[in-house]
């Protein structure tokens, strides 16, 4: 595939999800709950995780907010990745996502539905849109408390 028909082919899937979300809501019950916010362009996001039984499990991921067609993609992604994932696996994840914004990863064959968030790294004033739901991801799951007051910014990172 040419590199200009694969380029359409990752906007296309961005508007789709921006358009259209799968994973918009809040999960029942909330788990975990984590609000972020890039002040640069205003994106929101407010994040719930619902957890497996056990508590080491992600069973579902749900998100509302407001911001860019990129933002919201890379949330609606990054929620159906995450169904079924240990907490370790899912913080790999955010890492793997982090080194692919800079230009030094990809996800494997079987997550290959996030690399259409790769072409972002092209621009590099984007990638705190496609990065904001991955740091607000991290933080409800390294939170103590599991609705913690402020958000998380992505703004110094």
């Known amino acids: 595939m040419a590199l200009e028909n694969l380029r359409d082919l990752y906007q296309q899937v961005i508007l789709e999800r921006y358009k259209k979300p799968r994973h918009r809501g809040k999960t029942n019950p909330v788990h975990r ?12 996001i407010e ?20 911001g860019c067609a990129i933002a ?6 990054m929620a159906e ?9 899912a913080l790999e ?15 494997p064959p079987e997550q290959r539905k996030l690399n259409v968030m790769h072409g972002v ?12 739901t991955w740091h607000t991801l991290k933080a ?3 939170a103590s408390d599991p609705q ?7 703004e110094n990172l």
């Open 148 to 154: 913690p007051v402020g958000f998380v910014s992505n």
């Open 81 to 89: 990745a995450l169904q079924g994932k240990s907490l370790q696996e």
């Open 33 to 44: 709950y984590q609000k972020g916010h890039n002040p640069s362009c205003g994106d929101t």
């Open 72 to 77: 919201m993609a890379s949330a609606d992604l």
């Open 121 to 132: 790294s092209q621009f590099p004033v984007r990638i705190k849109c496609a990065t904001l």
């Open 47 to 66: 994040l719930t995780v619902k957890f497996n039984e056990a508590g080491d499990r992600i069973e579902e991921v749900k998100f509302e907010g407001e």
């Open 140 to 142: 409800a799951i390294e």
């Open 93 to 107: 994840m955010v890492q793997r996502f982090q080194n692919m914004m800079q230009g030094k990863d990809q996800f």
